[in-house]
């Protein structure tokens, strides 16, 4: 029916693995599960940054629906750190060009602080996603993985049927694999490459193998022209990617996993048929139900179910590492909440998120704020706790346009962006992301406490509350911080002033006859009188039209005073909220 609520799709998702019923290639039953596993993973060959998150929070989104719905899951993520090293990142030591090809897991660390580079770069990762942003999982390294010998079986399947699963990839290609192909990489024994090894042949558990030069699109791979033999058993080498990937589903009975939409194109599902040119997921989608017999973990065919995500964009260019455009997870929580990046990726996965614009200074990329992305979703996170709390939430329906049907979907978004398993009894006290940018250059002349102060009093009169408690109270303390780096940080320069110590005498030199009127105006009401910042509005623009014949200009002539420019941020909170003697003072300077 047309109007039936619009639910979550985490929850369609969700519902769609509980009851799933086959196989997706084969025409076999779907095996009863007591447990779900739900994986996610990251490659460690750049540096993880907020658009390897979006993985882990859609996987997260999946397994929290899961348990809603009374089922025991299991969630992983794998660090995949078995990926050569193809171009060194930005903020990497030069250094580390001499280890080009080699499996990130073989390298050193680049700041001596842990085994190795990935482990590294996966502490600071994962530490982040757990302690910051509430998520729980399993990690998994895949270097550990091959050396147990755990994917041995899988490997030996993958080569014992190697005519096969050389079929089912050919259908999906242009041009055939050749008739010697095998898809097992060793690490070379002599120069420790995997990029550069090229397969000679297979005799039994052995393959042999030569280390030649690899070129690709950044550069050209020097090998070492070694030639030697690689023992599958010992997993001192990988499975290629299509391949590895279907065998990590089948090791892991993996339930569902996330994917990128460059995976996903050309379906066959839809079609019913394979396509050249389908993605990478099911490829190997193909590959773990007819080699490794464990069903594609792909429970729906339905695209909009299904969510395939897009890449994260900053300033319209792709968030890489290799270029530094990047913001790193551990540094997102010290300028916004960790709230606001899951909202950001779960709110609508299928499209391309933007999130701030870059600027390339001296070869490095500075990121700005020029849109307001970040206090946007800031604002986005208070609306949405208004409906899910349902405090002046019709307010919030008509301001946002939403329609009947999807207000729960909208609570349920909220709630699968927190970070706190259990939802705080009370709607939280946060206050808007323009209250926060206009009061925090306060802190010059009302100092800190004051200033700390004046955010309790307003989160209180916002929320018409007589009083906070110290979780609350916590709560603003952190928001104030996290705003003042973000100001520092990334935010335009239209939302970055001052006010100044001193009124310049190049702006006590402008103040023509007319604007000394008009000032006297203002200052006698402004003493006599209580204010609302609606009221305070008008008076000054009253004041304006009558005097200087423009509400503008009134306006300009405060903002000069104050700040010693001609704008800034709105200016009826500015003067509600510094103390009325200072401002009393301040206008007087210009009198006498």
């Known amino acids: 029916m047309a109007d039936d609520n619009i639910t979550f799709w985490a929850d369609d998702l969700a519902d769609s693995i509980i009851q799933r019923q086959s196989y997706n290639y084969l025409k076999k039953p779907f095996p009863i599960l007591k447990e779900h596993t739900i994986k996610s993973s990251t490659s460690i060959s750049g540096v993880p940054h907020i658009g390897n998150a979006c993985d882990v929070f859609r996987a997260e989104a999946v397994v929290k629906a899961l348990r809603d719905a009374g089922k025991k899951v299991q969630f992983i993520w794998v660090a995949e750190n078995m990926d050569p090293l193809r171009k060194v990142p930005a903020g990497i030591p030069d250094k580390f060009e001499a280890f080009l090809g080699r499996p990130v897991a073989e390298l050193p660390c680049p700041e001596d602080c842990c085994r190795n580079y990935s482990e590294h770069f996966v502490n600071l990762f994962i530490d982040s996603l757990r302690d910051h942003f509430g998520v729980k999982l399993k990690v998994l390294y895949m270097d550990q993985i091959y050396s147990s010998g755990q994917l041995y079986p899988l490997i030996k399947a993958a080569l014992d049927k190697i005519d096969h699963l050389r079929e089912i990839i050919n259908l999906y290609r242009d041009t055939p694999l050749p008739e010697n192909w095998i898809p097992w990489k060793p690490i070379c024994k002599n120069c420790g490459k995997i990029i550069t090894t090229r397969m000679m042949g297979r005799d039994g558990n052995e393959i042999l193998y030569s280390c030649e030069d690899y070129a690709f699109k950044h550069r050209k791979i020097e090998g070492c022209h070694h030639e030697g033999v690689s023992d599958i058993r010992k997993g001192y080498g990988k499975l290629l990617w299509r391949v590895e990937w279907a065998s990590q589903w089948a090791l892991w009975k993996i339930s569902f996993e996330p994917f990128g939409k460059e995976h996903g194109v050309n379906c066959p599902h839809i079609t019913g048929k394979p396509r050249i040119g389908a993605g990478s997921f099911w490829v190997a989608g193909n590959i773990t139900e007819e080699i490794f017999e464990w069903p594609e973990p792909c429970p729906t065919k339905s695209p909009n179910t299904l969510q395939p995500y897009e890449y994260v964009l900053v300033g319209n260019q792709k968030m890489s590492a290799s270029m530094g455009n990047t913001i790193a997870t551990w540094d997102w929580p010290t300028f916004s909440s960790p709230e606001a990046l899951k909202l950001f990726f779960l709110r609508k996965p299928k499209s391309q998120s933007n999130i701030m614009a870059s600027l390339k200074i001296n070869k490095k990329y500075k990121l700005i704020d020029v849109d307001l992305d970040i206090p946007k979703l800031i604002d986005d996170l208070i609306d949405y706790s208004k409906l899910f709390y349902d405090y002046d939430a019709q307010n919030v329906v008509t301001k946002l346009n939403i329609e009947i049907n999807k207000i729960d979907m909208y609570k349920r978004l909220y709630k699968l962006c927190q970070v706190e398993e259990k939802s705080p009894p009370q709607i939280p006290k946060t206050l808007p992301s323009a209250t926060l940018l206009e009061i925090i250059p306060l802190e010059k002349i009302i100092g800190k406490p004051n200033l700390v102060q004046k955010a309790f009093e307003m989160a209180k009169k916002i929320f018409h509350v007589n009083q906070l408690d110290e979780k609350e109270k916590k709560a603003i303390q952190l928001s104030l911080e996290r705003t003042q780096t973000y100001l520092q940080t990334y935010a335009p320069d239209k939302k970055k002033f001052e006010i100044a110590e001193k009124i310049s005498p190049e702006i006590q030199n402008q103040i023509k006859p007319t604007e000394y ?72 300077e210009i009198l006498t």
Not at 520 to 525: L, T
Not at 527 to 543: A, M, V
Request: glycine letters at 6%.
């Open 517 to 588: 009127e008009a000032l006297k105006i203002f200052i006698d009401r402004f003493e006599r009188n209580e204010w609302d910042e609606r009221s305070l509005e008008q008076e000054i623009y009253t004041i304006g039209k009558q005097i200087l014949q423009s509400g503008k200009k009134m306006f300009q002539l405060l903002y000069k005073i104050l700040l010693g420019k001609k704008s800034g941020p709105r200016l009826a909170p500015l003067l509600l909220t510094i103390e009325k003697s200072w401002i009393i003072t301040r206008f007087n």
